[in-house]
């Protein structure tokens, strides 16, 4: 099992900054992958960013170039830094993460999602 607490949402003016954070507790060490998806009202939950155990990373075009996904060695926490936010990004926040299983099974796990509001 692995457990995921965010922190670090909140309320910032459009062109601000925060800095989401996701502390994983449990079998951190089977974690294959970390990430941050969001989710607007009446909309579907999509990807922001994903960073592998070996440091790949991949972004949404809509936030390439200003958000930055990055973890500890141990992939224990995730952070997502968000730079020049924008009304669009508003929405719930989920971290998520990925455990290798046995016979090549896969787990996903999911925060509590953290609200992030970027006023215009």
């Known amino acids: 099992q692995v457990q995921l607490v965010e922190s670090g949402g909140g309320l910032v003016q459009a062109g601000g900054s925060l800095r989401l954070s996701c502390a994983a507790s449990?079998?951190?060490?089977?974690?294959?992958?970390m990430g941050w998806y969001r989710q607007g009202p009446g909309n579907q939950r999509d990807l922001v960013a994903i960073i592998s155990t070996g440091g790949n990373t991949n972004y949404a075009d809509s936030v390439k170039g200003r958000f930055t996904i990055s973890t500890d060695n141990a992939m224990s926490t995730v952070y997502l830094q968000m730079n020049s936010l924008k009304p669009e990004d508003t929405a719930v926040y989920y971290c998520n993460a990925r455990r290798r299983g046995i016979l090549g099974t896969f787990y996903e796990y999911w925060g509590q999602g953290t609200q992030v509001t970027a006023s215009s």
């Open positions: 449990g079998s951190t060490n089977l974690i294959v992958d």
